[in-house]
T-cell receptor, first 112, second 112 residues
Framework: GQQLNQSPQSMFIQEGEDVSMNCTSS?????WLWYKQDPGEGPVLLIA?????ELTSNGRLTAQFGITRKDSFLNISASIPSDVGIYFC????????????FGTGTRLQVTL | KAGVTQTPRYLIKTRGQQVTLSCSPI?????VSWYQQTPGQGLQFLFE???????NKGNFPGRFSGRQFSNSRSEMNVSTLELGDSALYLC???????????FGPGTRLTVT
C-alpha cells in the first residue's frame, strides 16, 4: 500500500533543541494530520491542517500545510524527554471518505 | 469523555484459525476506520464504516471483513489466518463531518 515519505527517518537530539521533520507525497491531499505514537499504543492526534499554506500550533508544536498540497512540516520547539516517540503524518482526501494515507514515520529520541 | 476502546489488547492465534476484534468508538462518533500496522508496511487502511455501512475499503484480501452495529461499535474479522497477518490492528473513530480520526490502543495479533 501507499506510504508517504517522511524525513528524517530517525533523529537523536538533546533536550531543549528544536526539531523539524517533513512529509512529502506524490499526490495532492486536502487535509494533513500529524500523530505521535508511543510504544504499544495507538497514534495520538497532535495537529490537523485543512488549507494550503495554513500554519497551526499546539503548544510547542507547529505544523504547516505546504502550498503545493503535496507536503507538510512539523516543528517541535524546546524538546523534552516526553517528546520521544514516532511521529506520523497522514494525508486525507475528503473525496475518499476517511481513508488516511500514513507516512513512514520519524522516530525521535531525546537525550538529557 | 472516554476514548476509543479495543478488545482484546493481545491475541495469539494459530495459522488457519479466524479471529474477531472489537472496537468501541468515542461516544457520539459514528464513523469507525480500521488500520493494520506492521514494521514492513507501516499503517495501512483496511476499511471504514459509517451508519452500519462500509464506505471505503483498502487493498486487503477478502479474508479481512468488518461490520458496524447500530450503536456504532465495530468488529473486524480475519479468517484463515496467515503468519503475515501478525500486526497491530488499530481502530479510529471520527465525528460526522470532521476529518480528525482518534485512535484506540490497538489489538496486537500474533499468528503462530
Amino acid at each position: 500500500g501507499q506510504q508517504l515519505n517522511q524525513s528524517p527517518q530517525s533523529m537523536f537530539i538533546q533536550e531543549g533543541e528544536d526539531v523539524s521533520m517533513n512529509c512529502t507525497s506524490s499526490s495532492i491531499f486536502n487535509t494533513w494530520l500529524w500523530y505521535k505514537q508511543d510504544p504499544g499504543e495507538g497514534p495520538v492526534l497532535l495537529i490537523a491542517l485543512y488549507k494550503a499554506g495554513e500554519l497551526t500550533s499546539n503548544g510547542r508544536l507547529t505544523a504547516q500545510f505546504g502550498i503545493t498540497r503535496k507536503d507538510s512540516f512539523l516543528n517541535i520547539s524546546a524538546s523534552i524527554p516526553s517528546d520521544v516517540g514516532i511521529y506520523f503524518c497522514a494525508g486525507l482526501n475528503t473525496g475518499t471518505a476517511s481513508k488516511l494515507t500514513f507516512g513512514t514515520g520519524t522516530r525521535l529520541q531525546v537525550t538529557l | 469523555k472516554a476514548g476509543v476502546t479495543q478488545t482484546p489488547r493481545y491475541l495469539i492465534k494459530t495459522r488457519g484459525q479466524q479471529v474477531t476484534l472489537s472496537c468501541s468508538p468515542i461516544s457520539g462518533h459514528r464513523s469507525v476506520s480500521w488500520y493494520q500496522q506492521t514494521p514492513g508496511q507501516g499503517l495501512q487502511f483496511l476499511f471504514e464504516y459509517f451508519s452500519e455501512t462500509q464506505r471505503n475499503k483498502g487493498n486487503f484480501p477478502g479474508r479481512f471483513s468488518g461490520r458496524q452495529f447500530s450503536n456504532s461499535r465495530s468488529e473486524m474479522n480475519v479468517s484463515t489466518l496467515e503468519l503475515g497477518d501478525s500486526a497491530l490492528y488499530l481502530c479510529a473513530s471520527s465525528l460526522r463531518g470532521r476529518w480528525e480520526q482518534y485512535f484506540g490502543p490497538g489489538t496486537r495479533l500474533t499468528v503462530t
